[in-house]
């Protein structure tokens, strides 16, 4: 069984920065892609970024290009998300997923991820 924890959460102003943490157990990370979601207020859970096991396939959100930035480090099972110039409608309770896909493949969409996290609030305030 694996375990997320992410944690980094936080409120900031328009324009600051976060990098939120997504802690793995249970499994090595290197089994599995990685994935950063969010729902904000009223809506929907939407893609933010996705990373294969290697690391060397990243895919993002049209919303959030050029701002975040996904990344991982196997040895440690963490996954992360850095996230800059932070805007009000980045406002969201932040989730990461695991899902156990080939080496190359980046795992955008929510229903093909096997594992979640709790999630975590980022509140951007303007």
């Known amino acids: 069984q694996v375990q997320l924890v992410e944690s980094g959460g936080g409120s900031v102003q328009a324009g600051g920065s976060l990098r939120l943490s997504c802690a793995v157990s249970g499994r090595t990370l290197s089994g599995y892609a990685m994935g950063w979601f969010r729902r904000g207020p009223g809506k929907e859970r939407e893609f933010v970024a996705a990373i294969s096991r290697s690391g060397g396939r990243i895919y993002y959100a049209d919303s959030v290009k050029g701002r975040f930035t996904i990344s991982r480090d196997n040895a440690k099972n963490t996954a992360y998300l850095q996230m800059n110039s932070l805007k009000p409608e980045d406002t969201a309770v932040y989730y990461c997923?695991?899902?156990?896909?080939?080496?190359?493949?980046?795992?955008?969409?929510?229903?093909?991820?096997?594992?979640w996290g709790q999630g975590t609030q980022v509140t951007v305030s303007s």
């Open positions: 997923a695991a899902d156990p896909a080939p080496l190359a493949i980046v795992v955008v969409t929510v229903s093909n991820y096997d594992y």
